[in-house]
C-alpha cells in the first residue's frame, strides 16, 4: 500500500521564480492539506483540498496556490518567490470529510536564493 | 484562536529510561482532537499518538502515553523504555472536533527536540 509521496526532494530556485511542488495521497485517501515548516519551527497550514476544491486556507497570501486533480493528486504552487518561502513543505493526506487522521509524505524541501 | 505551546526546545534521556515532553493548549472548544507526532532526520511526519478531548482516559500505544489534563489544557507525552530509534523532534497539535469544512486544519507546536543518550 503505497503511502503518501512527493516530488521532487528538493529542489533551488531563485528570488522572483516559481515552483510547482506535486503530492500524491495514500491509496484510498482523497483529501490532500499542504503545511510549510520552516526550520526549526512547526508546521503551518496553507491549504486543504477534497473535490477539486480549496476547501480551506491558512494565512498565506495568494502567491500560494494549489490544485487538485481527478486522481486526488495535488500541486502546489508558489509564485514570485521570496527567501522567507525556504521550508520544508509538506503533504499530508486523509480520507473524507473530518477525518482526523493524516498521513504525511516525506516533504520537499525548497531552498531560495 | 487556538494556540499549542511547546516550552522544552530539547529533552535528553539515557536509554531505557523514562522521558516526558509537555504541551499545552489554548482554546475554547470543549470537542477537540490532540495528536503527537514524531519527525525523525527523515523528515517524514509519524503519527505516536492521539487523544479524543471527550474521553477522559488517556490514551496508550505500547512505550507512549499521554497524560491529558482537559481543564489545565495540558497534554504531555510519556515515552517509556527510551530507545535510539526514538530520537526525532516531536510535535504535538491540535485539532478542533467541529465537523465542518473551514476547520480541518492542525496547529502545531514548536516542537521538542528528543536525544537518546546511548
Known amino acids: 500500500d503505497a503511502g503518501v509521496t512527493q516530488s521532487p526532494t528538493h529542489l533551488i530556485k531563485t528570488r522572483g521564480q516559481q515552483v510547482t511542488l506535486r503530492c500524491s495521497p495514500k491509496s484510498g485517501h482523497d483529501t490532500v492539506s499542504w503545511y510549510q515548516q520552516a526550520l526549526g519551527q512547526g508546521p503551518q497550514f496553507i491549504f486543504q483540498y477534497y473535490e477539486e476544491e480549496e476547501r480551506q486556507r491558512g494565512n498565506f497570501p495568494d502567491r500560494f496556490s494549489g490544485h487538485q486533480f481527478p486522481n486526488y493528486s495535488s500541486e502546489l504552487n508558489v509564485n514570485a518567490l521570496l527567501l522567507g518561502d525556504s521550508a520544508l513543505y509538506l503533504c499530508?493526506?486523509?480520507?473524507?470529510?473530518?477525518?482526523?487522521?493524516?498521513?504525511f509524505g516525506p516533504g520537499t524541501r525548497l531552498t531560495v536564493t | 484562536a487556538q494556540t499549542v505551546t511547546q516550552s522544552q526546545p530539547e529533552m535528553s534521556v539515557q536509554e531505557a529510561e523514562t522521558v516526558t515532553l509537555s504541551c499545552t493548549y489554548d482554546t475554547s472548544e470543549s470537542d477537540y482532537y490532540l495528536f503527537w507526532y514524531k519527525q525523525p532526520p527523515s523528515r517524514q511526519m509519524i503519527l505516536v499518538i492521539r487523544q479524543e478531548a471527550y474521553k477522559q482516559q488517556n490514551a496508550t500505544e505500547n512505550r507512549f502515553s499521554v497524560n491529558f489534563q482537559k481543564a489545565a489544557k495540558s497534554f504531555s507525552l510519556k515515552i517509556s523504555d527510551s530507545q535510539l530509534g526514538d530520537a526525532a523532534m516531536y510535535f504535538c497539535?491540535?485539532?478542533?472536533?467541529?465537523?465542518?469544512?473551514?476547520?480541518?486544519?492542525?496547529?502545531w507546536g514548536a516542537g521538542t527536540k528528543l536525544i537518546i543518550k546511548p
Open positions: 497539535a491540535y485539532r478542533s472536533a467541529k465537523g465542518y469544512w473551514g476547520n480541518y486544519q492542525l496547529i
Open positions: 499530508a493526506s486523509s480520507k473524507g470529510q473530518g477525518t482526523y487522521e493524516q498521513y
